[in-house]
């Protein structure tokens, strides 16, 4: 859905709700123009903000493209889809890329505010990302892990045997970047000692980056 032009001067005074709606999956899903882009939020979380997504999109600016032969990206979790736009429309980046996303509402916001947009080919698959590793073949370059229950991941994807999965669909010299939220002290606890005793056995060249309200582990070290 295009922007008209009084909404965007609006929005950098007060947000716009554009849409409020629900699923089975995310009881309050309300589309906010704020600051000239949509915004996809939860009851406790944003899950989408075009290029203010700041948590990828400081991983993004900080990454040393150079380094990686980066041609085909599966993303989980799709909110509107700041992460294909961005790398689209800010980073200038041509990828392919392949969605997963179990909300069928989601994929319909995503579809109607924001990827009838992109040039780039993409595919979104409408099913669980459990499954979705667990079935596919493909081999990816790049793996950006965004799944949330409102403000938490869910525990079924911090096991060892997801990032097996996720290690397995990687390319060589392939990255994941897994994201996870850094409001409260306890979310900083929790992830640190995830990274310490999960994350790192799988990618022993591991990294953390420590945000103002997320944290990015990263499977590589030597990209930033």
Known sequence: MKKKWWQIILSYITDIYIERTGSDYNENLD??????RYQLVAANAV???????HNFRTCFERMNWSV??????L???????SIPQMLEKKFHKKFEYHIVEIDEIIIGLANEYILYDLK????????????????CRE????????????SKVPESFETEGVLSSMKRLLNDMGCILFNRLNITEKDLEDTKLYYEQVFKKQFDIAYLMELPSNIMLCSRNDIF
């Open 31 to 36: 589309v906010i123009l704020k600051d000239g």
């Open 47 to 53: 899950y989408s903000f075009e290029d203010k997504y």
């Open 68 to 73: 990686m032969n980066v041609k085909k990206v």
């Open 75 to 81: 993303v989980l979790g799709l909110g509107l889809g």
């Open 120 to 135: 780039s080919p993409l595919q979104i698959f409408h099913t669980d990302a459990l499954v979705y590793l667990q079935v």
């Open 139 to 150: 081999k990816y370059d790049l793996i950006l892990m965004d799944i949330f229950e409102d």
